[in-house]
């Protein structure tokens, strides 16, 4: 018989925990003893935290930000310059982004790249309020802050030409080295992309 029953309250929680990104069978093992043997510290505490987020945190309807409001707190920032919008696959980019303080503009989260494999298409993006987003904010510049991959760049390639008529300059992000890179440690693609966005 094996050790947890199918149907047990821990093997369904290590099922679970072993679905989320980065995690397997073992790690979700883990942690779930972990709590187990922290409930008041940590399992108790997370339990809350997990029902709060799930009763309040919604996607926002300007940008698809994460947020206990819609608009977020971001599109409702009068302050933000409303000339700018960037471009990203998913939340945890502009959270990237918003963690540099660098960036003052708005945003717009795709939800996805396109991908013919994942059987992700356009209609599966928030591809269709783009343009409308960019022509109400009044937006001069788009910044395309997407990977460096094959269905990034198809990505990019199709928002391209579904603004190519409007008065908008369209950037991207520069690729190349990182802060602290070596050469002899940068693989092929990496240094083209260097060499070739030299300035």
Known sequence: MNRFQDQSPLHTLMHHLAKLPGLGPRSAQRIALHLLKKREAHLHP???SLQQVSDHIQTCDA???LDTTSPCHICADLRRDTAQLCVVADVADVWALERAHIFKGHYHVLGGVLSALDGVGPDDLRLGTLRQRVQQL???EVILALAA???AQ???HVIRDQLADLPVAITRLAHGLPVGG????MDEG??????QARR
């Not at 070596?182 to 440690?185: A, G, Q, V």
């Not at 990496?190 to 060499?195: E, F, Y």
């Open 182 to 185: 070596e050469l002899d440690y």
């Open 138 to 140: 009044g937006v001069r």
């Open 149 to 151: 991959t094959l269905e």
């Open 63 to 65: 940008c698809g930000n």
């Open 154 to 156: 198809s990505t990019a």
């Open 46 to 48: 997370l339990m809350i």
């Open 190 to 195: 990496t240094l083209v992309a260097a060499l």
